[in-house]
């Protein structure tokens, strides 16, 4: 993992859920735009997961738990699908707000695995 990256994927969990709860709590169903900013909070943890694969062949290997990281990894990258699916069927103010609960869930799910990865001691 790279730290940059880390607080990148943070920062835009972060955004992203306050606004699909901002947008959501306004009474916006889902859209585009809270349906993209849910989909490049995907993208990025495509990116992390592609990027933990590689990091351990080149040196890199976390500090703590490797399980525990995939762990974090793969249920942040089923949160969105859950709740992406559920914004789909039930287009409602209320999708909107579970999109930005779980871009905030992910945001610190993220922040964990950075902890996994860099501080915790094996």
Do not use: H, K
């Amino acid at each position: 993992m790279i730290e940059w990256f880390v607080a990148l994927q943070v920062g835009v969990a972060v955004i992203a859920g306050v606004l699909c709860l901002v947008l959501g709590l306004a009474g916006r169903v889902p859209s585009d735009l809270t349906m993209g900013a849910v989909a490049l909070v995907v993208l990025l943890l495509v990116v992390q997961l592609v990027m933990a694969i590689v990091a351990p062949a080149l040196g890199n290997s976390p500090s703590g738990s490797l399980a525990e990281f995939y762990i974090y990894l793969i249920s942040a990258l089923l949160l969105p699908l859950a709740g992406g699916f559920w914004a789909l069927i039930e287009r409602n103010r209320w999708s909107t707000v579970i999109l930005g609960g779980v871009c905030l869930a992910i945001a610190v799910m993220v922040y964990r695995m950075g902890q996994i990865w860099f501080v915790q001691g094996a």
